[in-house]
Structures are given as structure tokens and as C-alpha cells.
């Protein structure tokens, strides 16, 4: 069984920063896609951030570039976000996801996700 297990939320005013961090258990090898979504009150899901584990490559949302980084420790199955520069408006849960077989995939598992709240 596939689990993402997410830490790292909090409260934070903006212009801080956090780092969250998801560790993946149960996944054998393969290609995959691991990152990061998020969902605001009222609003739908959207993607932040995710890595291939193919090539490597990166993408972010418009809306977080230059502010967040992915990051990855392959050996430990696990993948960090560190947010800088927060807003308000990057207050959302962050849900952890590993997509098969890329990001990009609605396909995969996701955690149970972490709170970030920044006030103003």
C-alpha cells in the first residue's frame, strides 16, 4: 500500500517561509511524477510543483516561481517543498502526490495534506 505522509505546515506571516516535507512508503520503482497540489477554501486544486523522476524535470506554477523550490531525496523517497516569500494567498492545505507514470498524471496516490495559513 502506497502512503505520502506530509509534515511541515503551520502558521507563518507573510513574507515567511516553510518547508514542507512528504515521505512516500510503499511504492515499488517506476517512473513517476512527485510534487506538490494545493487547494484554498472555495477554490478548485491546483498544481504547485512537481519533479520526474525520468529526467528530473521541474515545473512550477506561475504563481509560486521564484518563491518555491522542490526538492528530493531519492534514496529516502522523499520530496521537500520550501516555500519562501509566502502570501496570503498561498494559504491552502498542500496534499503530497506521487503520479504515475509523469507529472501532469491525474493517476496516483496523494497524503492526507498539511495546512498552510499566512496571515497578513
Known amino acids: 500500500e502506497v502512503q505520502l505522509v506530509e509534515s511541515g505546515g503551520g502558521l507563518v506571516q507573510a513574507g515567511g517561509s516553510l518547508k514542507l516535507s512528504c515521505a512516500a512508503s510503499?511504492?515499488?520503482?517506476?517512473?513517476?511524477?512527485m510534487g506538490w497540489f494545493r487547494q484554498a477554501p472555495g477554490k478548485g486544486q491546483e498544481w504547485v510543483s512537481c519533479?520526474?523522476?525520468?529526467?528530473?524535470?521541474?515545473y512550477y506554477a506561475d504563481s509560486v516561481k521564484g518563491r518555491f523550490t522542490i526538492s528530493s531525496d531519492n534514496a529516502e523517497n522523499t520530496v521537500y517543498l520550501q516555500m519562501n516569500s509566502l502570501k496570503p494567498e498561498d494559504t491552502a492545505i498542500y496534499f503530497c502526490?506521487?503520479?504515475?507514470?509523469?507529472?501532469?498524471?491525474?493517476?496516483?496516490?496523494w497524503g492526507r495534506g498539511t495546512q498552510v495559513s499566512v496571515s497578513s
Open positions: 510503499g511504492f515499488t520503482s517506476g517512473d513517476h511524477g
Open positions: 502526490a506521487l503520479v504515475v507514470p509523469k507529472c501532469g498524471s491525474t493517476d496516483g496516490y
Open positions: 519533479k520526474s523522476s525520468r529526467d528530473g524535470s521541474i
